[in-house]
T-cell receptor, first 119, second 111 residues
Framework: GAGVSQSPRYKVAKRGQDVALRCDPI?????LFWYQQALGQGPEFLTY????????KSGLPSDRFFAERPEGSVSTLKIQRTQQEDSAVYLC?????????????????FGAGSRLTVL | DAKTTQPNSMESNEEEPVHLPCNHS???????IHWYRQLPSQGPEYVIH???SNVNNRMASLAIAEDRKSSTLILHRATLRDAAVYYC????????????FGEGTQLTVNP
């Protein structure tokens, strides 16, 4: 597709339920990022994939959060035993991968996000 | 990651230019300066980026100070659709380098 697609757009879960959020990146984009955005705050980094390899998961807030990208395209963010503090918008972004000195010029394309509300 | 400082909010009138400032005094030589904006209920959207020289594109202009310790995003004629949170971000070297968002500047455009 033309952009990054995320589903569902809205998810309401009861505390303790597991949820799965899906991201379809732009075709051919090697890099994929997940961010969490609380109300009124800027997005916070969660994890980064290069193809199917998860190279950085330092932003995942607890072991209840798990992300995968098994075939290097679609990615799923799974949250187990959801808590109220997990309520946020979860954003996915993808980019091509320039290497070397120009790698800082990589531009991210974001999806519209999945809004999770935990009751 | 090097830190950026932006005003919390700014106001502009429709069809007037807007200058959004950003300070980044600890910028390193390989850090690119990126600007993204986020409209209500949408994901962040790329606006412009630069390294040392001023940059122009169809959305905006980026003016970078000679010492690179500050930059200014310029919207030449603000429209109501430009009302958004604008983030100034330093992106370091490294293909997997994350974007580290701050609080950004909430731009209000008055009709």
């Amino acid at each position: 597709g033309a952009g990054v697609s995320q589903s569902p757009r809205y998810k309401v879960a009861k505390r303790g339920q597991d949820v799965a959020l899906r991201c379809d990146p732009i075709s051919g984009h090697v890099s994929l990022f997940w961010y969490q955005q609380a109300l009124g705050q800027g997005p916070e980094f969660l994890t980064y994939f290069q193809n199917e390899a998860q190279l950085d998961k330092s932003g995942l807030p607890s072991d209840r959060f798990f992300a995968e990208r098994p075939e290097g395209s679609v990615s799923t963010l799974k949250i187990q035993r959801t808590q109220q503090e997990d309520s946020a918008v979860y954003l996915c972004a993808s980019s091509t991968r320039r290497q070397g000195a120009s790698s800082g010029a990589n531009v991210l394309t974001f999806g519209a996000g999945s809004r999770l509300t935990v009751l | 990651d090097a830190k950026t400082t932006q005003p919390n909010s700014m106001e502009s009138n429709e069809e007037e230019p807007v200058h959004l400032p950003c300070n980044h005094s600890t910028i390193s030589g390989t850090d690119y300066i990126h600007w993204y904006r986020q409209l209500p209920s949408q994901g962040p959207e790329y606006v412009i980026h630069g390294l040392t020289s001023n940059v122009n594109n169809r959305m905006a202009s980026l003016a970078i100070a000679e010492d690179r310790k500050s930059s200014t995003l310029i919207l030449h004629r603000a429209t109501l659709r430009d009302a958004a949170v604008y983030y100034c971000i330093l992106r370091p070297y490294g293909s997997g380098s994350r974007l580290t968002f701050g609080e950004g500047t909430q731009l209000t455009v008055n009709p």
